[in-house]
């Protein structure tokens, strides 16, 4: 009979994968379901906004009757405390989780799962974290009221630094103002069909969201880019970290604001960041890469796709630019009796050569004006998590994600944060919204 631990925890992280919250993420490596990481992004309107939080979770052999075991990864090698409830040592501290004394009913129950805890352990992710320690709570005096906005304000810093910026690094190979190249498209040797058992697994490090959160970095790019021009304001560069009262011994967060530097790095990180899709172009030209398995997989999808737009009613078309199968140039004409009506817009896709491991990079060409579009023409578009390899389901995603009318309310979604907030403002900013869209179409019609 099968570990009925097993078969739980194998539910739960499936269920997980094909959750539509754009905050959680889970993955496991090979069959090895008790070992899980899980990556929580932080909330909207908070010091952790759009940060990437890394969590190892261990479940028992008694689970679900006894909770697993969670720790926190990002936590800059052990120096840095994010949360009073998350400590530098990586110790999460949750009365469901029995490391933390809870009220009665607060403590695990196997009713409770995976996801009960990533959602609580989000929670703490607060717009006043300094709250979450014992004591501190109903803080009312002016020396706390400062310390609250202290700790806000190095918090935000550090999940800049240390949970997007240094993890993008590290993803790109950017030491110092250099990058390690990563493409071995001139090394006659390559062979992306080398097999799994001439490959030692426990020497490749396992970055199970480094795909993802490559693609989030470009969703909240000009996000991080608006919260150090607002934080540029309220603290100066080399002004240092102020100690909370519950920091001490190595449980802390020390450091300097150094916003200038941050915003340097933030930057050369995005530039890297194209010139690796950019480099996908190359290495698909590559004698081995143009006849591999991949190729020929994007060649004959390509035909598919483009034969059933000749077949459609809808006039897009789709061709690959030099005959590269890694490159596809796609022109969306928008859909009548929408604000979309009669505009012209070309987007790119960019393969790399390990698709569909590695996710498409999309950027539209066209200027639009639109609240799921970044200024830099990357659009916020969620595919279908089970059918990764099919790029008509990419395509139809960025699609529906342009021509969607009624979107839900969900700040996980911001991309472009002045078309998002006339979106979602007055009636007066969505008229205003509703203008800029209809000038973009405009535009895009005068540029044929």
């Excluded at 970290?241 to 933030?266: A, V």
Aim: proline fraction near 6%; hydrophobic fraction near 30%.
């Amino acid at each position: 009979m099968a570990d009925q631990s097993i078969i739980r925890i194998t539910k739960e992280i499936s269920d997980l994968q094909k959750n539509s919250d754009l905050s959680l993420a889970v993955a496991f490596r090979d069959r090895d379901v008790r070992n899980v990481r899980t990556m929580i992004i932080g909330p909207h309107e908070t010091p952790y906004e759009f940060g990437f939080f890394e969590f190892a979770v261990k479940f028992n052999k008694e689970y679900p009757r006894k909770s697993p075991a969670v720790t926190a990864m990002t936590t800059s090698n052990g120096r840095c405390r994010f949360n009073p409830n998350i400590y530098a040592n990586g110790k999460v501290c949750l009365s469901i989780l029995g490391t933390w004394r809870g009220e009665r009913g607060e403590e695990w129950s196997a009713a409770q799962g995976l996801e009960s805890i990533l959602l609580s352990i989000q929670s703490l992710m607060s717009s006043n974290p300094y709250e979450n320690e014992p004591g501190f709570e109903d803080a009312n005096e002016e020396h706390d009221k400062k310390a609250q906005k202290e700790y806000v304000a190095k918090i935000r810093h550090e999940t800049l630094r240390i949970s997007v910026i240094q993890r993008m690094e590290e993803y790109l190979g950017i030491t110092g103002n250099s990058v390690q190249p990563t493409s071995i498209v001139n090394n006659d040797d390559y062979d992306l069909d080398m097999a799994d058992e001439d490959i030692d697994e426990s020497l490749v490090p396992w970055e199970p969201f480094k795909d993802l959160v490559k693609h989030r970095f470009l969703w909240y790019y000009d996000s991080y880019l608006e919260a150090i021009e607002k934080a540029k304001k309220e603290v100066k560069d080399g002004q240092a970290f102020d100690r909370m009262p519950f920091e001490g011994s190595s449980n802390i967060m020390d450091g300097k604001f150094n916003y200038t530097e941050l915003e340097r790095r933030l930057r050369h990180i995005k530039a890297t960041l194209e010139s690796e899709s950019d480099r996908w172009a190359s290495e698909g030209l590559h004698p081995k890469v143009k006849d591999g398995t991949v190729a020929v997989n994007l060649a004959r999808q390509f035909e598919q796709i483009q034969e059933s737009y000749k077949r459609s009613e809808v006039p897009h078309s789709v061709e690959l630019e030099n005959g590269n199968p890694f490159v596809w140039n796609l022109t969306y004409f928008g859909r009548p009796m929408t604000n979309l009506d009669g505009g012209s817009f070309r987007f790119k896709l960019r393969f790399s050569p390990r698709f569909p491991e590695e996710q498409p990079s999309v950027k539209f060409e066209t200027r639009v004006f639109h609240h799921r579009i970044a200024e830099d023409g990357t659009p916020c578009y969620t595919p279908n998590p089970s059918r990764r390899e099919d790029i008509k389901q990419h395509i139809d995603a960025v699609i529906n994600a342009l021509e969607e009318e009624q979107p839900p309310y969900d700040p996980r979604t911001i991309v472009n944060p002045e078309a998002y907030k006339l979106f979602w403002g007055t009636p007066e900013d969505r008229k205003m919204y509703n203008r800029r869209l209809r000038r973009s179409v405009q535009q895009s019609i005068e540029d044929l």
